[in-house]
């Protein structure tokens, strides 16, 4: 018989921990029947405090809600812990514990009689090689986590390491899906990334995690740790990249930013596992991403991952399979669930079986619970022998009726469902054909304001050159345009027909040449124009306009004034990088009128357009 009393399971993370109070349902499932959260500040990341940060939190953690249950089982934070895949070569039963005690050996980082350390066969490669798991904890950390415990009133069963207890949970959840599946848990000072495929799984710790954000945020913005984390959390979210404006928010500006350089170093090293696992270990590319740990809860996180990786992306949800308690607040849960992906692994160690079964717990400890936990079920199996020969006719004939029943029932809804479902996708095709004419229609209103929109940006760039130079001349400035020349690519022909073709008469050399064997542009913005028809394959589309200025002579007051004056105005425009492209202007031909006799001097801009214009709009 199962243990239907309740239990409790923490997971000491670097800087926070979770605790959760779980009970063994009577069809052999897991209930979730109370959980919570405490951080450990900065406390919890350094060694030398981390022991009494720990046990400050869990009493705390534990004086917040009622939890009834005093046996606990412990999850060790990633960074603390040294886990390994080796392959054994084909052996004799026998020998196989010989063999990885020397693996162990030769692997693990420390001596064996300063760590505690435990292994798991999870199956054997087609070539008969032993697919082992190997886990190492040093001793001292296992006692520390042991004295947390007990000051706080509780008695430990086992201690397990992140990487089993993420297996463990995803198993438990997702066992059905097929191909490749990757599953990366981002904590605070470390990242899991595991990979299972065909019921075998291989995991890599990876030294990158969502701290390094608080640090190069704190540095940089010249803030204290907690500060830092706090403002992380309330307002961080992970910049897109490209050309998306900043927020107003600098502190939102420098976290997005940072974030985004910690999660491409973390990209890095994904993708360089990847490659490792396809190629040592011989398993396919990834279908999917599940994305694990506190740390992914980070805005635009999930869209990071599926720009890079090119993979569908989602958050890993390991309450799937479980009961949770009524009075739990399910939406409160539902933000968090990705982050109890090992709080869940723990709680699954309790039922019969799992697919990881590690204990770091010391020998002497281990052998005593062994024993204990073997009493019960003794006795619990030779009576459910004796009751399971009565009791299987009369239960499987009950079963089948009721299901039977259940499907009678059910038939009527489904059908009904399928109707609905018709009509649903029928809506749905409805709408995208009016929201494609929505945007139609919009594009032509974006492109009736164009031009306003141009001269207005004209404008605005001129003056602020002329309040820049005034400034720094400490002199009366005036720029102004005195003609704006929209210009066709060399070789392509206007409409005779089109307004504005007598603006295009400028001499070729100042014309950027033609690409090679490129077809004309068919219409503004991909969309053909009513009236561009163009003899000779001739175009109205421009993506360039030559400006040509006029300004106050400088040169009295400075020899190069007249060249920086221009410059800046070059380098003004490309700044707005919302309407022209940086590359494509610049000053254009020499700057004439420079002599001290004469009062203005012009000069030419060549301006590219970031969006190509169709002059017959």
Request: glycine content about 8%.
């Amino acid at each position: 018989m199962l243990n239907k009393k309740s239990f409790l399971v923490v997971d000491f993370g670097a800087t926070n921990l979770k605790l959760a109070e779980f009970e063994l349902t009577e069809a052999g499932g897991l209930s979730l029947r109370q959980y919570g959260f405490k951080s450990l500040g900065q406390d919890g990341t350094q060694e030398a405090t981390r022991e009494a940060a720990m046990l400050k939190g869990l009493q705390e953690a534990l004086a917040e809600k009622s939890y009834n249950a005093r046996n606990v089982n412990i999850c060790a934070p990633g960074y603390h812990t040294f886990s390994k895949f080796v392959k054994l070569p084909p052996v004799d039963t026998s020998k196989v514990t010989q063999i990885i005690q020397y693996e162990a050996q030769q692997n693990v980082p420390f001596p064996l009689e300063e760590v505690v350390w435990d292994y798991q066969i999870l199956g054997a490669a087609p070539s008969g090689e032993l697919e082992v798991l190997l886990v190492a904890i040093k001793s001292d950390i296992v006692e520390g986590l042991f004295k947390t415990a007990e000051k706080a009133g509780l008695r430990l069963q086992l201690v397990d390491v992140s990487p089993a207890a993420l297996c463990n949970s995803f198993r438990y959840n997702y066992g059905d899906l097929e191909g490749c599946t990757m599953l990366l848990d981002i904590g605070a000072k470390t990242s899991n990334l595991l990979f299972f495929e065909k019921g075998n799984v291989y995991s890599r710790g990876i030294n990158i995690g969502a701290n390094a954000i608080t640090q190069d945020f704190a540095k940089e913005s010249k803030l204290g740790y907690e500060e830092a984390e706090r403002l992380k959390i309330e307002e961080g979210f992970v910049s897109l990249g490209g050309a998306y404006e900043e927020p107003e928010n600098p502190h939102q500006a420098a976290i997005s930013k940072i974030a985004r350089q910690v999660l491409t170093r973390l990209h890095i090293q994904v993708n360089q596992t990847i490659q490792f696992y396809r190629g040592q270990q011989g398993g396919s590319p990834p279908d999917r991403l599940f994305l694990s740990g506190g740390a992914t809860s980070m805005p635009y996180t999930a869209q990071f991952f599926s720009e890079k990786l090119n993979l569908p992306v989602e958050y890993f949800n390991p309450l799937r399979n479980l009961q949770i308690d009524d009075s739990l607040p399910r939406e409160e849960l539902a933000k968090v669930a990705h982050s109890l992906g090992e709080t869940v692994g723990l709680g699954l160690r309790n039922l019969a079986h799992c697919p990881v079964e590690l204990n770091l717990m010391p020998k002497s400890s281990l052998k005593r619970q062994e024993f204990n936990q073997k009493k019960p079920y003794l006795v619990a199996s030779v009576f459910c022998l004796i009751l399971v020969v009565f009791a299987f006719g009369w239960f499987y004939e009950r079963v089948a009726d009721e299901k039977q029943k259940a499907l009678d029932q059910l038939k009527p809804t489904v059908d009904q469902l399928k109707r609905d479902d018709q009509k649903t996708k029928d809506g749905v095709a409805s709408l995208k054909k009016i929201q494609g004419e929505a945007d139609l229609y919009f594009e032509w209103m974006e492109e009736r304001v164009f031009w306003s929109s141009l001269l207005t940006t004209f404008r605005s760039s001129l003056m602020a050159v002329e309040e820049k130079k005034e400034k720094e001349f400490n002199t009366k400035t005036g720029v102004w345009i005195e003609r704006l020349t929209p210009i066709v690519p060399q070789g392509y022909l206007m409409s005779a027909a089109q307004p504005g073709a007598s603006m295009l008469a400028i001499s070729p050399s100042t014309l950027p040449p033609a690409p090679t064997g490129a077809a004309p542009p068919r219409g503004g913005r991909g969309v053909p124009s009513k009236g561009g028809s163009v003899a000779g394959g001739g175009t109205n589309q421009i993506d360039t306009i030559l400006l040509t200025c006029r300004s106050v002579n400088l040169t009295s007051i400075k020899s190069d004034a007249n060249t920086v004056l221009a410059e800046a105005l070059a380098e003004e425009l490309r700044s707005r990088t919302n309407q022209f492209v940086a590359d494509g202007t610049k000053i254009a031909g020499d700057i004439a009128g420079g002599d001290v006799t004469n009062l203005t001097f012009t000069f030419q801009l060549m301006v590219k357009l970031a969006k190509p214009v169709n002059l017959s709009q």
